[in-house]
């Protein structure tokens, strides 16, 4: 199954946006600021969450007073009728999202039950140098595109969790009975998302023992737990620490202090300490084996930002043969369309200049 009939309608610099005949090796190839990454980020937004600039719903609409925008997409399979993917924003209320499955009001959550996409950017560079916090957002991100209802665990999670902060920096006592029934939301919300972050990491270590060490840095994944991972332990877990963290004025046990742990497992070195160029080839190893796992289940959309031109000719050629044997449907930009000569002819290219796509033969 592959995503068809894309089209982009006052989206960012695309004003009206339309790409057929897509392939399951797509190209989009311009000069910087063409509106190449618009397209990928108009895709990232068929699946649950903030896309993959994590922008805020009106920046996304056209520069146009008062516009929102649209972004359709077409699910093929076979002869069989598209099941026809839709979101974007009411000029109205620009910063409230809408979807539709088939023309029908649908959660943004219902998306991913249909597609899963990943993705891969050059912002995300600096992940293993940046926070525990993005970290953690690129657990949920991966999880989500394993499993929909991901979204659902972190957000009552969250939810709980704001409610408790709330309560324990009350300088007037809350009833007892309520703090306990918020702990017992938040842990119960906070094993299930737990359970779903060791899950992901375990099926992400066992995709990457297939993954060739060269051309390939593999990386060895931990997931560090913030807190137990079971409901009732992390409940009585809350409930110690409540001295502790009325002191901190936040709660200082659970999944929001989760961490990934990555290291590269050629050198036993953290990938935080390793070079630029090992980090991205780890992430990009991470990006391939998630891709092929989240294709298992739903039909998988694969977004690769720039990352043929910052790769030497060897990790290349085993890039796109890898992309080439996996079950997403990928979506790639560049400058120019030299780095893909070689698979150039088995996929589908479009020449993207001021916000305008135009199908290369």
Known sequence: MTLDRINLSRFRNHCETRLDGTAALNLLVGENGAGKTNVLEALSLLAPGRGLRRAALAEMAERTQGAGFAVSAGLMAGEQEPVMLGTGTDPARPGRRLVQVNGAQASAVALGEWLAVSWLTPAMDGLFTDSASARRRYMDRLALALDPAHARRAARYEEALRERNRLLSDPNMPDASWMVSIERQMAEAGAALANGRRALVEQ???????????????????????????????????????????????????????????IMAAKSAPAAQCSTGEQKAMLLAITLAHAELAAKGRPGLLLLDEVAAHLDPLRRSALFERLEGGGAQVWMTGTEAAPFATIESNAATWRIADGQAKRRE
């Not at 409930?239 to 990934?260: C, F, K, M, N, V």
């Open 204 to 262: 992400l270590r066992t995709a990457l023992d297939d993954l060739p060490d060269r051309p390939f840095a593999r990386p060895a994944l931990e997931y560090l737990p913030g807190g137990p991972e079971n409901a009732d332990a992390l409940a009585d877990a809350l409930e110690a620490g409540r001295a502790r963290d009325r002191a901190a004025q936040r709660s200082l046990t659970g999944p929001h202090r989760d961490e990934l742990q990555v």
